[in-house]
């Protein structure tokens, strides 16, 4: 269980860090939609390793190859099967790690799980399977854009240095602009360089990405226990070294009276509005029109460069070195990841709205 | 959709705050199972209005009665269905909020949803919804207890009034001895002055309830999209005025290094553990048998004795006046409702653990 | 698992025979349809038992409450709860059979699959649990009218006392004029006088239902498991005494040659039709806008007026003797049941298909 | 929707007749089986065209990758993704019956459904799709082994020629020895005759698959929805070109008396059994012990050689002529598919009845 996400506009996906392949089948994309691989393309870019000298220099293509679903470039409404074949899989040696327990990673619970783990990268565990996810991702990505919705995510803290700005006042599309894709340059620059540092440390540091929804219609989200925030917070948890998950006001609001936190309703044109939104765009579960934001937590990245404690298989203590290219801090990267997450979920509930009323 | 939770320990609840009652389905609730109706009891009495003056001195008896899959004190094996009646569902007068929209409230976002809406009560965006919530809870803490798993959550933080203390420090037997369900009755003594003032000043405050998990098996959770805190996340965020979820290190983590971040593993007789727990029990999305801890954030209760700006159905703008008995803070009462959710979440998991390996 | 059926219209249902209750939860309703109580009753009148010479003389009033999810006569989209309470659930005696297993009755397999079964009338085996679904399937109708499309369904076969006909040779209207259901009179008074001759030797007999799908628009079906006739062929054997399902051509259509079997399409007005319709009004799975007709085979009751072989709960030889008071067969009052589930089916499928296309 | 089948052991599948190519991912299969590709060849040799004069003489290799889930020769719980690629997917020119709508195919629902159709092959509605199951299901079928059940499947009917024996009266061993595929030898000798003349006749013909499982333990199958029999109904109806299912006594039952319907239980050793099985191995929709056996109706298939009268995507009238290479009888071919389907259905709920008990 656990591999599909989603019940309209769902996906399916497969795959371990160094197997042959992985994929993904995207179940439910309505038919008639232009399917733009260039697109897809590009968000793979967003995702994938070795992409800027903060991130993991290690190299890996996601090519993908779409095998089904799509005719004359666009969806057929039948499944989606997209693959993208894992190229150098077999050069690698595990050895160093293949009967120990890394701290803080998923070696431990998958053995015992299972009583047998591929330990080559991680396997299944391994963040590689969100390339997967991108993938489906920008399909729903394209979906939402047929109906003017857009998600759009950047990273708002790393380590303790935060953005300290709202959304509302930055420039989004400033998100792409510098390598670790905060929209404020100048804080921007001070990330950089924190996570230079870590890196050079041997070590990792956390950090928080965060997303705004645009455009979308009211009436998404079903009550009561699959409200939109429910599933945006799933999705999110969902992803690799994820901790938290808070949108509108979060835990900062806990601390507001309900005479400041209430958004008080106003007739705009055609359209009720709220004056301030501290619902985050989601009322009851239910999308109310507004703009929609979350944050989501991100613990420092396990595998650092240095001698940690731990014990093997066998239950003998050992010393776990750190070996290989890994991203000293996943944010950067996470970007793209959180968006495809928010894109399926948001798509998902666009077409379950549709069965609403008669 | 959106009324059921679970795979095999699976739940579907009914009812509005103002019709004629509501209830829930329990399935998969494995057959033999002593079902103690005294416990679902209390626990429903954790839950319910009036218990105290820091909650509304609305009245509801909530008496259940379960109907179906119950024999001679044992589950059967078959659904439980399990009904509440609303003994005073006629007797309030809701015609002054009948066509208007209460700021921060689903009234807005059902209409618009479903073009139409049962605005006694709040309708089916109620918190009474959450009373069969409890009751499926208890039966699934019966299921946890007979495999010596306990949940076991408390109120850790009122407005800007934080305990201060993690639960390690804390002797959580004490959460019941006083009526906010904070177990260190200094801090307790203040957070229930601070919500009495609160209620004084015919405003509202928000919170957060803190839940630990004991006795987990190691390997529940499913990769990779149904880790066990992204089904413990969702089950937090569909509670009404959740804004927020975070588990182990949470949000906080984000500012540490891997190095210090990393839970070493040591072998303590025939069990491997972690030195610290910043995973919260849980790596790669499964358990690792260590505690489960993680914290839930409420908003402030959106009805307040207050008049508030807002708009009708038709449009116009009106004055929305607070009525009635309400919550001046939610959190007390929530604490039965996560513990609930969690039980539910850790039950399914537990059965769905069951097909792992051949 | 297993008390769920559909996927948007979605129904889960409770309750044993002589527990307080059964029920039903209305799942996907759409919001604003008229519910006609009198209309459920009606429907629950065709099923329950009593109702004639050639039924159990069982008296069951099958009075129904419905406890949520209609508001001011009109579903609201949020769940529709309906309980039905048992109402003289301790006035029998089952200590004959307490641990005996009958033949051909589901009490030896529930109660090694449970370890423990509620031996009272059959438990959750019993028949009387559709009482839930008819429930259920007159809103699914009342929805499909709302659209055209109505469910008809008969009883053709007693025995090997067959109607003869084809369905577009009789008139279904005529289908109530007589106990039996069967709509040829001629027909119906010889299968009455058949089951009354059965009854008096205190046996039982089998029968066939043949039901007609009318004003079904094009696409309804999902590839290429959830087939609208896979999905109606599922529906129908989880009917209590269901052995066989067939629609369009069926079983005989095997010995047909293709240049026979297929259904030549025409043009008639804007309309694309088919000459023949061997395909039962669906192809690859999917409406094609052609009548739907299917076939249902029920086996003879269990339940004889006779003694018979068996073991008891300790492996020992007993002697099972009939008790009470049974249907000799049950076709007539299976109709309504095989009408609701394929009205459910229908109404699950609309919905869905609003989400074919963009 | 519709492309997944399963709830614990689930599939889903992908792709299409001339696409890329084709696949599926098999979810749930426990940790630690020995996954023999060799095996899995070897089922797929018996679905695959071109394997006798009686079949169709397209060739297809049908080489599959495992691209997951398998390490070291073992499953280990993780999604096994398996793909198998069209190799001559462009040779064809299907401008033919581009924009026509062949006789009893799926091309005009296809079309109506989703306003867009991969009209090469049929698309998704191709037979080719169960390539994919039967892939799924040979690892179903190790599953089963590895608890020793067996799945066997023959033909009982070609036209109006009925093998005319139970299954206890063949030797099933011999199956595999005749192109067609039916364990006695000389109505197999009469079978191929007859196939043999539909085709020189440029026309087709149905038949009947019947299949035997032995060695069920008692209590597979969940009340009320989720009978066992029903899911194999329902995984059968999602075959190609099937029109009926029937299981035990079947429609034939519905002629019989109670009294010769009721299966009398005894001891037998420390096992209850059953004199005779009508009810087939299930009953109240669980498995009993006994032989589970069934028979599904295949149509006559809808190719043929000749010209038939139709319409094309304008409405007007046109002439399809069949062309290329076909079976004139499908059965042959889909004794693995029913097996693979039947073996599915049963690994799925060996895994849920894990869950059953405390």
Redesign the interface.
């Known amino acids: 269980?656990?591999?599909?996400?989603g019940?309209?506009f769902?996906i399916?996906?497969?795959?371990?860090s160094h197997?042959?392949?992985?994929?993904v089948?995207i179940?439910?994309c309505?038919?008639?939609?232009p399917i733009d691989e260039d697109f897809i393309r590009e968000e793979m870019q967003r995702r994938k390793p070795g992409q800027s000298k903060i991130t993991t220099q290690r190299k890996e293509e996601d090519e993908f190859?779409?095998?089904?679903?799509v005719?004359e470039g666009?969806s057929?409404?039948?499944?989606?099967?997209l693959?993208i074949?894992n190229t150098d899989q077999k050069s690698k040696d595990y050895s160093h790690i293949a009967d120990k327990?890394r701290?803080?990673?998923?070696d431990?619970?998958?053995f015992?799980?299972?009583?047998?783990?591929?330990y080559r990268g991680g396997?299944?565990?391994s963040a590689r399977?969100t390339a997967a996810r991108v993938a489906a991702g920008a399909i729903a990505k394209l979906f939402l854009r047929?109906y003017g919705i857009t998600v759009q995510a950047f990273v708002s803290?790393v380590?303790?240095l935060k953005l300290g700005k709202s959304y509302q006042e930055l420039d989004l599309a400033k998100t792409e602009d510098n390598i670790v894709r905060c929209p404020d340059s100048e804080t921007a620059d001070r990330m950089i360089e924190l996570i230079d540092q870590?890196r050079k440390?041997r070590?990792?540091?956390?950090?928080?990405v965060s997303c705004v929804v645009k455009g979308t219609p009211?009436?998404l989200?079903?009550?009561?226990?699959?409200?939109l925030?429910?599933?945006l917070?799933?999705a999110m948890?969902?992803i690799n070294a994820v901790?938290?998950?808070?949108?509108?006001?979060?835990?900062e609001?806990?601390?507001?009276?309900?005479?400041?936190?209430?958004?008080?309703?106003?007739?705009e044109g055609?359209r009720?509005r709220?004056?301030s939104n501290?619902?985050?765009g989601?009322?009851?579960?239910?999308?109310?029109g507004e703009d929609i934001y979350f944050?989501v937590?991100?613990?420092?990245?396990?595998?650092?460069m240095?001698d940690?404690?731990?014990?093997n298989e066998s239950?003998?203590?050992v010393v776990v070195s750190g070996k290989g290219r890994h991203d000293p801090c996943v944010v950067p990267r996470a970007v793209p990841i959180v968006e495809a997450m928010a894109a399926l979920v948001l798509a998902d509930h666009l077409?379950?709205?549709?069965?609403?009323?008669?």
């Open positions: 269980m656990g591999n599909s996400f019940r309209i769902r399916s996906t497969f795959g371990e197997g042959l392949g992985l994929g089948i179940e439910g309505p038919a008639g939609l190859q779409i095998l089904s679903g005719f666009k057929t409404g039948t499944p989606i099967g693959v074949m327990f701290p803080s990673h998923a431990f619970t998958y015992e799980k299972y009583g047998v783990r591929d396997g299944r565990s399977e047929h803290q380590g303790d870590v440390d070590d990792t540091i956390g950090g928080i009211v009436g989200g079903e009550p009561v226990f699959d409200r925030h429910a599933d917070g799933k948890l969902s901790k938290g998950f808070e949108y509108g006001s979060g835990f609001g806990v601390k507001m009276r309900g005479s400041q936190h209430n958004d008080a309703f106003y007739q055609d009720v709220t004056r501290h619902s985050g989601i009322q009851g579960g239910i999308s109310n944050n937590a991100f613990k420092p990245v396990a595998t650092i240095q940690q404690e731990s014990v239950g003998e203590s077409l379950i709205s549709r069965t609403n009323k008669l």
